[in-house]
């Protein structure tokens, strides 16, 4: 096999590869003499067609055969004897394929590019230092009350953050438009439902009164004929609810399934909940930096192969979120919709890969089992999640490469500039929201 290498732009590379004609005319002898005793050809006893009459029927399908599977075999061999790594499946082109002549045939193909880590310590990272307080623990308690709240009629004045039934009746210069009156309405004062300036006369009134509310359409609003359109309400409250809030009490825990302890055993298995997710909320924000400054100083070529793969990968996720199993329900996603996304996240993993290259990084055991068990905490029962990962493989591989590139990134943050920054536990909660 002769071998020659020519690089035609950036990443490409296009290998010439000749495989002497001996190999390959002995190749197809040796499948047409076994089709010869498999073949039934009338005229013939099964297993005695000569393989001349072989030659003439199948000859030339069965030498494209071989030589799809010699330019495959051979490719393999040569990109090892040249030391190439390839980004992606070659593109063949069969340049030469007779009897008696050597076969030639030249493959098309991406390598990935050289990844050089520059200066690590250019890398700033603000790290948050962040409590738990007290009063952080009771908004958490309030919002738990909110989220198993009743509503409860009540004779009062409505106010932000209740529930009034309306009728209302919509006019412009007069005249009653489409889509502009209703019934039994339900709306939560405060939550931006309406339009500017809808909600404001409600406040203050109680059931049986009517007001009327003066809007003027936004620009944008989504009916044409309404755009910009000044236009007069007349609403009636025909009832005011408020959030009856349930007692924090035994029977409030047991809502959390905490059977024993009562208050105090719910307040702790709610901070140990706010903790686990404090903790990954931090190790995001200061893993996003890390990738961030790992990306700002350091510039990589990127194979087209690898970003197309990545933007396919992208595009199945968003049709998976759509709720669409079936593809052909909904024209494809053009790629440009995914390609920076696509670009950084390739250009992340090559370069992590070149700190576990470099660092000679090894998947850390008990790194994996701490994942296991962060994420089995958040369930009913743990150990029947931690029992269900490790028996299974692509599970365990996946927490396996999540370790691994939680070490890269810590390898990094060991060389980085790192500040240090107290923060407070709902600036760093809602930041994430």
């Known amino acids: 096999m002769q071998v020659s290498v020519e690089t035609t732009k950036g990443l490409e590379r296009r290998l010439t590869i000749t495989v002497p004609a001996e190999k390959v005319d002995v190749a197809v002898k040796s499948r047409l003499q076994q089709l010869a005793k498999t073949q039934r050809v009338n005229g013939f006893r099964p297993g005695k067609v000569p393989v001349t009459v072989i030659q003439k029927r199948f000859g030339q399908a069965v030498r494209q055969e071989i030589a799809g599977e010699v330019m495959q075999r051979n490719f393999y061999e040569a990109i090892v004897q040249e030391k190439l790594n390839p980004a992606g499946m070659p593109a063949f082109e069969l340049k030469k394929d007779s009897q008696g002549e050597d076969l030639e045939f030249v493959a098309s193909f991406e390598v990935y590019p050289e990844v050089e880590i520059k200066d690590l310590s250019k890398i700033q990272v ?76 409600i406040v203050g009134k109680k059931a049986g009164e009517e007001v009327v509310a003066d809007v ?142 470099q660092k000679e990084l090894k998947v850390d055991a008990a790194k994996v089992e701490a994942l296991i068990e962060t994420t089995a905490s958040a369930y009913e029962d743990p150990a029947e999640v931690v029992s269900y990962y490790k028996t299974n493989k692509e599970l365990m591989q996946q927490m396996n490469n999540i370790a691994l590139e939680d070490q890269a990134v810590e390898s990094v943050l060991a060389e980085a500039k790192v500040k240090e920054v107290k923060k407070a536990f709902d600036e760093i909660m809602n930041r994430q929201a």
């Open 126 to 201: 603000e790290k948050p230092v962040v409590e738990i307080a007290d009063k952080d623990l009771d908004n958490m308690m309030d919002t738990l009350r909110k989220q198993h709240a009743t509503w409860k009629e009540g004779k009062r004045k409505a106010k932000k953050d209740d529930r009034v039934t309306i009728d209302f009746v919509g006019t412009i210069d007069g005249e009653e438009f489409e889509g502009g009156k209703a019934e039994g309405f339900q709306l939560e004062l405060g939550k931006g439902r309406m339009i500017p300036g809808f909600e404001d006369p």
């Open 216 to 357: 003027t359409f936004p620009e944008d609003y989504h009916a044409e004929k309404l755009k910009g359109k000044a236009a007069q309400f007349t609403i009636k409250v025909t009832k005011v609810e408020g959030l009856d809030l349930p007692e924090v009490n035994e029977e409030f825990a047991k809502l959390f399934g905490v059977e024993d302890g009562g208050v105090e055993a719910l307040r702790a298995e709610v901070r140990k909940n706010m903790q686990r997710e404090l903790e990954q909320t931090l190790k995001n924000q200061v893993k996003e930096q890390v990738l961030k400054g790992l990306l700002e100083n350091n510039q990589v070529d990127l194979p087209k192969a690898l970003v197309d793969q990545e933007i396919n990968v992208l595009r199945q996720q968003a049709l998976q979120r759509f709720g669409n199993q079936q593809q052909g329900n909904m024209p494809e996603l053009p790629a440009e919709l995914f390609e920076e996304n696509a670009r950084r996240r390739v250009s992340i993993g090559l370069l992590l890969g070149e700190v576990i290259k």
